[in-house]
């Protein structure tokens, strides 16, 4: 069963808007990733961000994490038309299991 | 550096089939694993391997059967194809299980007729 979901399950905005994207998840987390996923392509990783910590930064990404409500956020600033994708956050326990993935935002940056 | 390399990228087979997805890393990875994306189901956890020699199972393992006899080859074998598998099948390998980012292949597209 999934983990982690994502809202919304699709967005679409403009070139130079900010996107903000959503993650849920279930149970105790050793750590959050997003991912990226271009059309027909596989995953990329974004950034990772440890249960101890609240905020990332990463060029022109921004993740946030709040463990107490079990959320978070990936924030994209000034989007591109290039920043069309697919997002996922997974999560990582401290069991050793391996990740497990939401179902994904579906980005759409309008030129 | 290439990566995580899987072929094929596009495969058709009949009910019935068996056929072998490759896999090979080049990172010296210890852990690999095979991950199947269906349309709005992200992505479920089929078999996974923590290095040569060992195995397990994740959250949809039925149907599908893996090895590793080397630390740079994760195949994942198909025994009897079916509909119910035409999917979107990728290979991803870490350095640990989920502390490190995970590599991800371009992926295999398999359609079962």
Not at chain 1, 35 to 61: A, C, D, M, P, T
């Amino acid at each position: 069963s999934q983990q982690g979901e994502e809202d919304p399950q699709a967005l679409s905005i403009q070139e130079g808007e900010n996107a903000t994207m959503n993650c849920s998840y279930k149970t105790s987390i050793n750590n959050l990733q997003w991912y990226r996923q271009n059309s027909g392509r596989g995953l990329v990783h974004l950034i990772l961000i440890r249960s101890n910590e609240r905020e990332k930064h990463s060029g022109r990404l921004r993740v946030t994490l709040d463990t107490s409500k079990k959320s978070s956020s990936l924030l994209i600033t000034a989007s591109r038309a290039a920043d069309t994708a697919s997002y996922f956050c997974a999560t990582g326990d401290n069991a050793g299991n391996m990740l497990t993935f939401g179902g994904g935002t579906r980005l759409m940056v309008k030129p | 550096n290439a990566g995580v390399t899987q072929t094929p990228k596009f495969q058709v087979l009949k009910t019935g089939q068996s056929m072998t997805l490759q896999c090979a890393q080049d990172m010296n990875h210890e852990y690999m694993s095979w991950y199947r994306q269906d349309p709005g189901m992200g992505l479920r956890l089929i078999h996974y391997s923590v290095g040569a020699g060992i195995t397990d199972q994740g959250e949809v393992p039925n149907g599908y059967n893996v090895s590793r006899s080397t630390t740079e080859d994760f195949p994942l074998r198909l025994l009897s194809a079916a509909p119910s598998q035409t999917s979107v099948y990728f290979c991803a390998s870490s350095y640990s299980s989920t502390n490190t980012e995970a590599f991800f292949g371009q992926g295999t597209r398999l359609t079962v007729v």
